[in-house]
């Protein structure tokens, strides 16, 4: 393979990105802008500028397909004005769906499958390789999604996409569990984890690029080393990157709640990096709605295992996802979700109305709850859970915090944002930062002073 984005003597090409899609997703984008700077490419923020305008997509829901399919047309559309070469389209729709794009975009120059990363600089600049390109999958008429088997390694090129103090971290890929809702074993494969030597050594690397948090992700964060014969575990894996000396916070997200032990609970609430932050999908809370979803467990079940980490952590932020109007649900099972938020007490809280997706268990059943039901569920829930964040956001007023100061606010310079170790990135509330100043990607000493709507409202008493 030549090592540039472009022939000798010419400018290098400009490639442009939209990422779609969930964090896990995000570092499959820089693991391609990894890849395609070593070739000597160029990175532009606006798709007018590009020569090459990738989008990474997304294809877990109808919704995220939606938008997917927007980026791609307008895409498309810069390369109808002349001002783009080429589009190329990567990620979980490629994988899923590859033969329905081939037959539907004609305008697509590429596609890249999720174990095809490596090969990004081929389908971007063509002829930088003597090697004939992969195929991903057989003929176009095969509809079938195809099982990904890649994970990258602390070896892997990557450039972040994320601000410089802040990095995701994937242990894992795919997914063991069998959950009625999802298809995405079917396409991002069997669960596969990393080893903990290569995620310390990222993770050391990245810390030596000045990264201060790293959030670790997976599909089921908490089943990590039981795919590896259990040598090798979560708590473990916490343990040796609490012994990271540049690191400051230790992110845990996605923590199935089957696979959470007492051991790693412990770990969480012993080791001084990791934040004191606890992140459950748990999807509902009535056992007949839970048993559909082949999820098991209950309110009851769900709620012990939060006492569990209350009783190490006390003071710890919970976030949790649920899904409503899947197949089934009847008015009680809704209302028996509501008590049981209502009695969690969570901080951050993710609601998606359910819709039926090929390749999953319930798409065998009719989707039977009316789609304005759904909304009105949803609304419902946002509502109350609503109240609850505003409230447990309170017990801060007149606390001092630790946070990382991001920048200046959007719509005023007369504000700083940031984050406290509460909040995580993009999904949560944030920090308003009224009086102080401090460069973005410090730790500071926060006094929170009042809450506004989801974000709390502080002023800087000194370096953290």
Not at 105 to 121: H, M, Q, S, T, Y
Not at 211 to 220: F, W
Not at 429 to 437: A, E, K, R
Request: include cysteine; aromatic fraction near 6%; proline fraction near 5%.
């Amino acid at each position: 393979m030549k090592r540039s984005g472009s022939t000798p003597g010419a400018r290098a090409t400009r490639v442009g990105f939209v990422s779609l899609g969930c964090a896990k997703n995000l570092v499959d984008t820089e693991v391609m802008l990894g890849h395609l700077a070593s070739a000597g490419c160029d990175f532009v923020q606006e798709p007018r500028d590009a020569d090459v305008l990738v989008v990474n997509t997304c294809g877990f829901i109808e919704q995220a397909r939606e938008e997917s399919i927007r980026a791609i047309l307008e895409a498309s559309e810069h390369k109808k004005n002349g001002s783009v070469r080429r589009v190329v389209v990567a990620g979980c729709m490629v994988q899923r769906y590859l033969g329905e794009l081939r037959d539907s975009l004609p305008e697509v120059d590429a596609f890249i499958g999720l174990d095809e990363l490596d090969r990004v600089v081929e389908r971007v600049v063509p002829g930088t390789s003597a090697a004939p390109l992969l195929t991903i999958r057989g003929p176009a008429v095969d509809r079938r999604p195809i099982p990904s088997r890649y994970l990258y390694d602390d070896r892997t090129a990557r450039r972040l996409a994320t601000p410089p103090w802040t990095a995701y971290v994937k242990i894992a890929e795919g997914c063991d569990h069998t959950c009625a809702f999802c298809a995405i074993p079917s396409f991002r494969g069997a669960f596969r984890s990393r080893t903990t030597g290569s995620i310390v050594a990222e993770a050391r690397a990245l810390a030596r690029g000045g990264v201060r948090e790293v959030n670790l992700i997976a599909q089921d964060s908490s089943h990590f080393g039981r795919d590896r014969g259990g040598q090798e575990s979560l708590a473990g894996l916490l343990a040796a990157l609490d012994g990271v000396d540049d690191l400051r916070w230790i992110r845990l997200h996605y923590l199935y709640p089957n696979t959470v032990t007492e051991r790693l609970i412990d770990a969480m609430a012993r080791l001084p990096r990791v934040v004191k932050y606890v992140d459950l999908p748990l999807q509902h809370a009535h056992p007949e709605t839970l048993r559909r979803m082949r999820r098991g467990g209950s309110a009851e079940s769900h709620l012990r295992l939060l006492d569990r980490f209350a009783g190490a952590m006390p003071d710890a932020a919970k976030r949790t996802t649920f899904i409503v109007g899947f197949p089934g649900e009847t008015e009680d099972e809704f209302e028996a979700l509501l008590e049981f938020v209502e009695a969690a007490r969570f901080d951050h809280v993710g609601v998606f109305a359910y819709s039926h997706e090929r390749e999953t268990a319930a798409a065998k059943v009719d989707d039977d709850v009316p789609a304005a039901l759904k909304d009105e569920r949803l609304a419902r829930l946002m509502e109350l859970q609503q109240r609850i964040s505003f409230e447990r956001s309170r017990r801060f007023v007149g606390r001092k915090v630790e946070a990382v100061v991001e920048g200046a606010h959007p719509e005023t310079p007369h504000l700083l944002v940031g984050r406290t170790s509460t909040q995580a990135m993009d999904v949560d509330g944030q920090v308003l930062i009224n009086d102080g100043v401090a460069s973005p990607g410090s730790f500071v000493n926060l006094e929170i002073t009042e809450v506004a709507g989801y974000d709390l409202v502080g002023r800087i008493v000194g370096a953290a």
